[in-house]
């Protein structure tokens, strides 16, 4: 049996990191992916053991069943349909399992995600033999939402061979998972993002989780099926899901650029809840990436840190970008008589995303080179 999952990136226009801490954050899915297969052997396979292949770094990991079992204390014990978090004692032993892999200094970077993934497989499928497989269009550490996308396609692809999951695969043809599967994704997902960044608010993998159309799984048979966002929230996340490419990559200064169109409604998120609103005009965004990595778990850290030391300005910080998202929102939706409205709302947008940039910085949390 063998299925493939796919799930979007994102990307926040105003509201990072403040988001953590109660503020409002406008944020979008876009149709860039992370792809996840998952197969199971054949008796006739002899394979016992659980097979990771990452093949964008060409790397792959495997663990025989027994040494799970041997290291992994709750191996067994959990439900598909019971999201819980990682113990203490779990987390040393994955962690455990991980060091072994000895990844060179250069891959360090991987390793809460292969956390994230062997934490995701024992707790929906135990001790049972396998190969996944990853790729990915999103570049790792760039803001993006690369390892909420994988938390989800992973999610996805784990609960559909689950018990948990109602899919047909005597079905030929596309199927969707219904609201109470998505939510359980979704929360899946979560505590893999949690293994992953410490404390995450939850963004990332819930616009992942809702915010595109379908998810793709294929059988072995290549019937494909989806998993798509619940009814209730169709117009949810068609939201900032920002259309095609409509011009091309170019290369500027080592940075990649790439313009995206942006129609439909506006997703904000506070709280654990998201919302939409419809927008009343077309945007156009820039999205470039620095090639500057960062750790997001460091960086989620360090805001709190600082938080913590200085309690009355951090809250002001984030008021005012609580503010700038809900100004957004705003703007967006609001009428649109002509064109030289629409331009007067993208100079408006401009200067508030230049705010909230500050801001960023006043968290401790902006990327230097966009200063330049």
Known sequence: MEVRARAPGKIILAGEHAVVHGSTAVAAAIDLYTYVSLRFP??????????????????????????????????GIKSASSPSSCSLETSKAIASLVEELNLADAKLGLASGISAFLWLYTSIHGDKPAKVAVTSELPLGSGMGSSAALCVALSAALLSLSDSSK??????????????ELVLVNKWAF?????????????DNTVSTFGTEYDECKHPNNVKFTTTYCKELKNLIVVLKYGKYLLHWEIFLGLFQLTKSITGNIVTFRSGELTHIKTNMPLKMLVTNT???????????????????HGSAMTSVFKAVD?????VVGIIQSPVSDDLAITEKEEKL??????????????GSAIAALRL
């Open 42 to 75: 054949t008796p006739h396979d002899n394979d016992d053991a659980l097979k990771l292949q990452l093949k964008d770094v060409d790397m792959e990991f495997s663990w025989p069943v027994r040494k799970l079992k041997e290291v992994l204390p709750e191996l």
């Open 167 to 180: 899919l047909d695969f005597s079905h030929q043809g596309w199927q969707t998972f219904g609201e109470s």
């Open 191 to 203: 505590e893999g993002e949690k293994m992953i960044h410490g404390r995450p608010s939850g963004i």
């Open 291 to 309: 090639k500057v990595g960062r750790n997001t778990r460091a960086l989620v850290a360090g805001v709190s840190e600082r938080t913590a030391r």
């Open 323 to 327: 503010s700038i998202s809900n100004e």
């Open 350 to 363: 401009g200067e508030l995303m230049e705010m909230n940039q500050g801001l960023l910085q006043c968290m």
